[in-house]
């Protein structure tokens, strides 16, 4: 996600870089890559004309901050004007009011609208606390009902059985008294899509939206964020004729450039109110542009990542982790578990992304593939093994090695270089345990040893038990330099 305009973003910083002040000179031609790499990202004209003007204003007009690198202070403003234009700040919908909350999913065909829904419902079940009925109206596309029951029944949420023979305004009708019965707060209901804009389907969803205007509806509109300006041009065309509320992007995971994302608020006055990331019906964000701002400018996004943590690690299994770090111990359950976190956080990529910096590096480093690929076969090799192995590594001799090969599909080389490598891990983790417990690394003064964790300061030549370390061909300890 925006991985193109991060880069071009980053290339252009390098004119202002090391300068003592900023001038009208010495930004000129970081705003001409600017301009470029916003119109290469598909965004639209007139937006890139005032986020340009309104960035060089605002630089040339503000005082450098004393001891602020005037970079910085350049990377603050566009970060602020990015942030603008994009919306400020997250506006979700307000479900809190009386009465029965009816949600219209508007858009094309193609666009996502049918899995957003599903998405939409278990968020709001699981973060709003919400009972909610998802209903089927399109009925022009039959396969779309199959869909939706489907999804609703993985999501564990009621899916009111629609008679797609009738008009939508007629089934949403019955869904709403369906819902008051079952005392529903909240209904989703999944309209119908076309190729293209036209008069039938505007006219469609008029009439459904009029049928439900004493409970002043919701009406999200699910743009594809890979079609860039032909996004937008759909935003604008659904909200003049029908009025929506918020817009939902769509496939946000798949699109680098971000055209989109940064063109609808300012073209259509509509803010965005949720993106999908990817596949999974847990893969949904709300949109916050001050997040996305610092994702672009790599600067990261670090109150992301900590509430993706809290949805998605296991307490227990956290805490369990933490003690037993804290006691020095270290064991394969240990890495399986971590491993598992990080696969439930999405792929190291993504992750890295939102750590501050690491866009950067990410781009040196290269594809992440065969690094992922690599943690693959450890889980696997390591589901091979038995509780007891997990716990106590160093019990896996001939006969057990023989095992765990056969069992996962590996040879008997590979497992052994699984070992020495979670063995390089388990001293590393040792001594960042005795770090935590007596203040810094193996080996120096009240540090962790090769004998166990030293804690007397004054001890005589508290560097002399260091364990000598023998050269490893590669890049590191864990194979092809990945871990």
């Not at 022009?140 to 009902?145: G, I, N, T, W």
């Not at 993504?350 to 290269?366: D, T, V």
């Not at 891990?425 to 090769?450: D, I, L, T, V």
């Not at 030549?461 to 050269?471: A, C, L, R, Y």
Request: aromatic residues 6%; proline residues 4%.
């Amino acid at each position: 996600m925006f991985d193109t305009l991060s880069e071009k973003f980053s290339n252009a910083f390098k004119y202002i870089q090391g300068k003592s002040k900023i001038t009208e000179e010495n930004i000129e031609e970081t705003l001409k890559e600017v301009r470029t790499a916003l119109l290469e990202a598909d965004v639209n004209f007139k937006v890139v004309k005032e986020f340009v003007a309104s960035v060089k204003e605002k630089s040339l007009g503000e005082k450098v901050i004393k001891g602020v690198n005037p970079g910085e202070q350049f990377v603050k403003i566009m970060h602020d004007e990015l942030a603008k234009i994009m919306g400020d700040a997250n506006e979700e919908i307000n479900l809190d009011r009386p009465g029965i909350v009816p949600i219209l999913i508007v858009g094309l065909n193609g666009q996502g609208k049918t899995t957003f829904s599903g998405k939409l419902a278990l968020h709001l079940k699981n973060k709003k606390k919400k009972d909610v009925l998802l209903v089927p109206a399109d009925t022009f596309r039959p396969a779309a009902k199959a869909q939706l029951q489907t999804l609703a029944k993985q999501i564990d949420v009621d899916c009111f059985d629609s008679d797609l023979g009738l008009h939508p305004k007629e089934i949403v009708r019955q869904a709403l008294e369906e819902a008051s019965k079952r005392h529903k707060n909240v209904v989703i209901i999944d309209t119908a899509g076309r190729l293209h804009v036209d008069l039938e389907l505007m006219d469609q969803l008029k009439e459904v939206k009029e049928s439900l205007i004493g409970l002043n509806p919701e009406v999200l509109m699910v743009a594809d964020a890979m079609t860039g300006q032909a996004a937008v041009e759909v935003s604008k065309s659904f909200h003049d004729a029908i009025g929506v509320t918020g817009i939902v992007l769509s496939k946000m995971d798949s699109d680098a450039k971000g055209g989109a994302a940064l063109s609808i608020r300012h073209v259509t006055g509509v803010p965005i109110r949720y993106v999908s990331m990817g596949e999974k019906m847990k893969d949904l964000e709300l949109f916050h542009p001050d997040r996305l701002a610092k994702r672009i400018l790599d600067m990261g996004d670090v109150l992301s990542l900590v509430e993706k943590a809290q949805e998605n690690i296991n307490e227990n299994d956290a805490e369990s982790m933490m003690k037993n770090f804290q006691k020095g111990k270290f064991t394969v359950e240990d890495f399986l578990k971590q491993m598992d976190m990080m696969s439930n956080l999405g792929s190291m990529a993504s992750i890295l992304k939102m750590i501050p910096g690491m866009g950067g590096m990410l781009r040196e480093i290269g594809d992440l593939g065969p690094a992922e690929a690599e943690m693959k076969r450890m889980k696997i090799i390591i589901s091979s093994m038995t509780k007891a192995e997990r716990e106590n590594y160093k019990i896996i001799k001939e006969s057990r090695l023989k095992r765990i090969a056969n069992g996962s599909g590996s040879t008997e080389q590979a497992v052994k270089d699984f070992l020495s490598k979670f063995k390089q891990m388990e001293q590393m983790m040792g001594g960042m345990s005795a770090m935590m417990n007596g203040g810094g690394f193996p080996g120096m003064p009240g540090m962790g040893s090769k004998k166990g964790f030293r804690t007397d300061p004054n001890a005589v030549n508290p560097f002399g038990d260091m364990p000598k370390e023998k050269k490893k061909s590669g890049k590191g300890p864990w194979g092809k330099g990945y871990f």
